[in-house]
């Protein structure tokens, strides 16, 4: 399977714990953008690489999120003290420079925070 | 007021009916966008851009109304497998990475 893939798919994990996500983006594009996604409503745009270059980050990113991505390849997400308020979906996508418009989604980490 | 607004449904319609889904954008300096379609428990993938001309793709037609601000998603002939949720996306500043402003999706469930 050559699309974006994301790890873990599921995370159940106790407030104030710290939690990791991985996303490994389709290998040729450059572009790649963290949403988050409660129920019932649209995904919310978080952050954004070019490369390794993390260029945008939405208020919604509180200083207990970072994200990286080291070698313009794969990129994490992480949450720290985590709390019930941080259970979502968290999508990862990508995109080459020569059709930034279509975003390729990832299945997705399912994140429960009890 | 969300930046993106939709009707969120659900639309509930028989197999062959033709079904409209609208949604108002708020920034007038909005410059893309699009529909995604999104399945129970899986990711939004891209159904179609939209275009100030209209466009028509199979059953699908998508409008733009730039003066009204608003978007709007036709599907003829509808099909059980368009049961899902639609999507309307837009991109605020080209230039600034092409972050998608998502609404909160229309459900659509199409019955036999």
């Known amino acids: 399977d050559t699309g974006v893939s994301q790890d873990p798919r599921h995370k159940i994990t106790k407030r104030g714990q710290n939690v990791t996500f991985r996303c490994d983006p389709i290998s040729e594009h450059n572009r790649l953008y963290w949403y988050r996604q409660t129920l019932g409503q649209g995904p919310e745009f978080l952050t954004y690489?070019?490369?390794?270059?993390?260029?945008?980050k939405s208020r919604l990113l509180s200083d207990r999120f970072s994200a990286e991505r080291p070698k313009g390849s794969f990129s994490t997400l992480e949450i720290q003290r985590t709390e019930q308020g941080d259970s979502a979906m968290y999508l990862c996508?990508?995109?080459?420079?020569?059709?930034?418009?279509?975003?390729?989604f990832g299945p997705g980490t399912r994140l429960t925070v009890t | 007021r969300k930046e993106v607004e939709q009707d969120p449904g659900p639309f509930n319609v028989p197999e062959g009916a033709t079904v409209a889904f609208n949604c108002t954008y708020s920034?007038?300096?909005?410059?893309?966008f699009f529909w995604y379609r999104q399945d129970c428990r899986k990711e939004p993938k891209l159904l179609m851009s939209v275009y100030s001309s209209g466009n028509e793709d199979g059953r699908f037609t998508a409008q733009l109304n730039r003066a009204s601000q608003y978007i709007s998603l036709l599907i003829r002939d509808s099909k059980l497998s368009d049961s899902a949720t639609y999507l309307c996306?837009?991109?605020?500043?080209?230039?600034?990475?092409?972050?998608?402003?998502f609404g909160g999706g229309t459900r659509l469930m199409v019955k036999p």
């Open positions: 920034n007038s300096a909005s410059q893309s």
């Open positions: 690489f070019q490369n390794e270059a993390q260029l945008e």
């Open positions: 996306v837009v991109i605020v500043n080209n230039n600034a990475g092409n972050m998608l402003t």
């Open positions: 996508a990508s995109s080459s420079d020569r059709s930034t418009y279509e975003q390729y």
